[in-house]
């Protein structure tokens, strides 16, 4: 089945304890990105990559880090979280270059709580 | 960049009952998906629909590209179908989608 994992779903941690929330996708996109949604905000991107090895900011990166050493996955890391990063988190997926139309595949969601 | 505004911002049906919403933008785009996001938050791919017409079972959706909208219709109503329903763009070489507001339904028995 086509589909994007993220892991874990929930999380509850403590400020300035690093944390990684793994993204994985089986469809061979070239494209993939992170957005995080909040109350009145909407999703906003933090993170995109347009293949292996290539990455970029989005519109909120301050606080993350990504990478891209495998076309599958596309983990999120935070090496010292806040409360104001406490977050519905979403992967997303693509295939398809830059100026090219291409549907996105979500994942599932992370919920994640900053104490 | 580009504007989505999306209407009704709410809406609370019967089940059974049908309806429309709208999503507006405010540039060419190459890119237009449906979503729907469940009480659970999952988001849902409902359609992807740059241009014309397409329909999956009791929902369906139409883009009109050169006049900047986009309908999905949702026929015959089912509690499941509660949730935000949000219309996402892309446009010209833009890394990501940008959203609109959502429609946020409830149906009810």
């Known amino acids: 089945e086509a589909q994007v994992t993220q892991n874990p779903r929930y999380l509850i941690t403590v400020t300035g304890k690093k944390l990684t929330v793994t993204c994985s996708q089986n469809m061979n996109h070239e494209y993939m990105s992170w957005y995080r949604q909040d109350p009145g905000l909407g999703l906003r991107q933090i993170y995109y990559?347009?293949?292996?090895?290539?990455?970029d900011k989005g519109d909120v990166p301050e606080g993350y880090k990504v990478s891209r050493k495998e076309k599958r996955n596309f983990p999120l890391i935070l090496e010292s979280p806040s409360p104001n990063q406490t977050s519905l988190y979403f992967c997303a997926s693509g295939k398809g270059g830059r100026g090219l139309g291409y549907e996105q595949y979500f994942g599932p969601g992370t919920r994640l709580t900053v104490t | 960049g580009i504007q989505v505004e999306q209407s009704p911002p709410d809406l609370i049906l019967q089940e059974g009952a049908n309806s429309t919403l709208r999503c507006n933008f405010s540039d060419s785009v190459n890119n237009l998906q449906w979503f729907h996001q469940n009480p659970w938050g999952q988001l849902i791919n409902l359609f992807y629909i740059p241009s014309g017409t397409k329909q999956n079972g009791r929902l369906s959706a139409t883009t009109v590209a050169t006049e900047r909208y986009s309908l999905l219709y949702i026929s015959s109503s089912q509690t499941t179908d509660s949730g935000v329903y949000f219309c996402?763009?892309?446009?010209?070489?833009?890394?990501?989608?940008?959203f609109g507001t959502g429609t946020r339904l409830q149906v009810t028995l």
């Open positions: 990559s347009m293949n292996v090895e290539v990455t």
């Open positions: 996402a763009v892309r446009t010209g070489t833009a890394s990501k989608l940008t």
